[in-house]
Antibody
Framework: EVQLVESGGGLVKPGSSLKLSCVASGFTFSSYGMHWIRQAPKKGLEWIALIYYDSSNKYYADSVKGRFTISRDNSKNTLYLEMNSLRSEDTAMYYC??????WGQGVMVTVSS | DVVLTQTPPTLSATIGQSVSISCRSS???????????LHWLLQRPGQSPQLLIYLVSRLESGVPNRFSGSGSGTDFTLKISGVEAEDLGVYYC????????FGSGTKLEIK
């Protein structure tokens, strides 16, 4: 059974940094690209980043480009999202996903002074 | 960037009623490999999204067959033939042909 478990969220002040993790199990993690997707409160889904299976390519939404970094450690079956210069508009539930089929339960990030 | 325009934003249906949701793409979602990576998700209140339909019309395992998808190129439709109470939530179309983009969602309410 595929499982994706996010962690690392919390309440932070504007301008600060946070690093999210997503531990994967139930499939060969090193063979698949992975996404981060977020959902602001009462809003729709927004794709924010993709990393290829071997980290050879990374893509970002314009809203986070230059501030967020996606990475992975295939030896630990773990996906990361490093978030810098956080803004109030980054407040959202953050999901990791393997294609559109498998989603984690999400982790909440709140950016507020 | 691909934009998915999803309509209507809200739907109110009675139990047993059939409803449809439209998803229109700003560019063709036909991939060079012949697949069209247009999928439909349901997000129930307080839950992560779940896959209902993939590759336009393929029913995800465990999903009731009252759900069906159709379309091609830039125009796609999700149909629920006989709404049930458990179908309430927000439906999203999502394309994976060009990175990943979501429609704006359709909230289904039960009258």
């Amino acid at each position: 059974e595929v499982q994706l478990v996010e962690s690392g969220g919390g309440l932070v002040k504007p301008g600060s940094s946070l690093k999210l993790s997503c531990v994967a199990s139930g499939f060969t993690f090193s063979s698949y690209g992975m996404h981060w997707i977020r959902q602001a409160p009462k809003k729709g889904l927004e794709w924010i980043a993709l990393i290829y299976y071997d980290s050879s390519n990374k893509y970002y939404a314009d809203s986070v480009k230059g501030r967020f970094t996606i990475s992975r450690d295939n030896s630990k079956n773990t996906l990361y999202l490093e978030m810098n210069s956080l803004r109030s508009e980054d407040t959202a539930m953050y999901y990791c996903a393997k294609t559109a089929r498998y989603w984690g339960q999400g982790v909440m990030v709140t950016v507020s002074s | 960037d691909v934009v998915l325009t999803q309509t209507p934003p809200t739907l109110s249906a009675t139990i047993g009623q059939s409803v449809s949701i439209s998803c229109r793409s700003s560019q063709s979602l036909l991939h060079s490999n012949g697949n069209t990576y247009l999928h439909w998700l349901l997000q129930r209140p307080g839950q992560s999204p779940q896959l209902l339909i993939y590759l336009v019309s393929r029913l995800e395992s465990g999903v009731p067959n009252r759900f069906s998808g159709s379309g091609s190129g830039t125009d796609f439709t999700l149909k629920i033939s006989g709404v049930e109470a458990e179908d309430l939530g927000v439906y999203y179309c999502v394309q994976g042909t060009h990175a990943l983009t979501f429609g704006s969602g359709t909230k289904l309410e039960i009258k």
